[in-house]
């Protein structure tokens, strides 16, 4: 503002309307750069779910982004950098102490949206603490957790995770509008030696602390509908994990 005065201090004998003509001029040159801005930054509606419906030792209510803090499962708008820091808040509500859980964030493909050669969803996992079927060591990098019963703990996608998976999703062929997020918690280890995996308990086998059989009870009496865990690890993304006082709605 202060150079656009300068300038027409120094030509103040040229025509006012020569002035406006340069002026209408410029300001056509710059409006479709506005444009693209304002597209860029749009607000659409957002939501971020939970991929299970199914019980589960922890309870995951509470979903936070650089605008704001609301329940899992409702609308807000946002723009399309809106999960460049999302932070998904889980409590322990398993009265047992929380050494390794594991999960990830699935990011659907729009119903709309052509896909080549039926491309899968792209799935995001992450992992926190040491999990006891993964092989001692110095390969051994992750750092241990203890997530107490009524301790809330967040599960947040960071900027260097957010341009990560940005540009697998433009690999993938996704638009550049992510319109819903699943949150999904897989596995879940405790520190009296049970197991929680996919809404089936487990314990560890006295015989061979490597395995961990299914359960058809727990002391505390919760039901297990399936059999079967795998010993087979599969790589995770790193995420971060910190824990965070319930937030309120």
Request: net charge positive.
């Amino acid at each position: 503002m202060h150079a656009h005065r300068k300038i027409t201090h120094h030509v103040s004998k040229v025509p006012i309307a020569i002035l406006a003509i340069c002026d209408l001029v410029l300001l056509c040159t710059l409006l479709p750069a506005t444009r693209l801005i304002a597209l860029s930054q749009d607000k659409q509606d957002r939501v971020v779910t939970k991929l299970r419906q199914i019980p589960m030792p922890v309870e995951v209510k509470v979903v936070k982004t650089k605008k704001g803090t609301m329940e899992i499962g409702r609308k807000f708008p946002d723009g399309d950098n809106w999960f460049n820091g999302l932070t998904v808040n889980v409590k322990n509500t398993s009265g047992k102490t929380i050494i390794y859980l594991g999960g990830g964030f699935l990011f659907p493909r729009p119903k709309d949206e052509v896909v080549k050669q039926s491309a899968p969803p792209r799935y995001q996992r992450f992992m926190y603490g040491r999990h006891p079927l993964a092989p001692e060591g110095p390969a051994q990098t992750t750092q241990p957790i203890s997530i107490k019963p009524g301790e809330t703990f967040s599960v947040t996608i960071s900027e260097s995770d957010y341009i990560s998976i940005n540009k697998r999703l433009n690999e993938l062929g996704y638009t550049s509008s992510i319109k819903e997020i699943n949150f999904n918690i897989e596995e879940i280890y405790f520190a009296d030696g049970t197991a929680w995996r996919a809404g089936s308990w487990y314990q560890r086998d006295p015989a061979n602390p490597k395995n961990y059989k299914r359960v058809e009870k727990l002391l505390s009496g919760a039901q297990v509908r399936f059999k079967g865990i795998a010993e087979n690890r599969v790589p995770f993304v790193k995420a971060s994990l910190t824990k965070a006082e319930p937030a309120q709605l």
